[in-house]
């Protein structure tokens, strides 16, 4: 392998997956435990199309884990449409500013392209200012304001 490569993840990711899922965790603080990671796990390589969430790996040249995508069909009921969401993404942080996140958000935009979603889209913290750096550079901000309705 001479470059990055972007794959649906297999047997092989998992410990790297893991890896960069916990650094994703941690970014947030949240406590992750082998239950929950383990559900996600069976999520993101289940065999079928469409489980209740899908993912991607970046890999680097020697074949490690340095990034994930998380995401999903999302309904858009004014739409009459399936568009995406994206609920996760992570770059190994020494990878950071090699275009990782963006090969992982292009990515997942060629796979809506192929779904025929209108759109994707994703949240982000106020003050995750390095990501909000991409994505103001890859996609428009929207208007909408996130609420959160704990059950």
Known sequence: ??????????????????????GYANFYKREMTDAVADR????ITAPEAHGPCEGRVA???DGRVIGLAHFRDMASPLRGAVAG???????????RGQKVGR???DEVAAIGRT???PFYRW???????????????????TMWITYQYDL
């Open 1 to 22: 392998m001479s470059e990055i490569t972007i794959v649906k993840p297999g047997p092989r990711d998992k410990d790297g997956w893991r890896r960069v899922y916990n």
């Open 59 to 61: 890999r680097a040249p």
């Open 85 to 95: 969401f994206l609920d996760d993404l992570f770059v190994d942080p020494a990878w």
């Open 115 to 117: 779904r025929n979603w």
């Open 123 to 141: 949240l982000t913290g106020d003050d995750n200012y390095r990501a909000r750096t991409l994505y103001d550079q890859a996609a428009k901000r």
């Open 40 to 43: 996600v796990w069976a999520w």
């Open 103 to 105: 090969l992982l958000l």
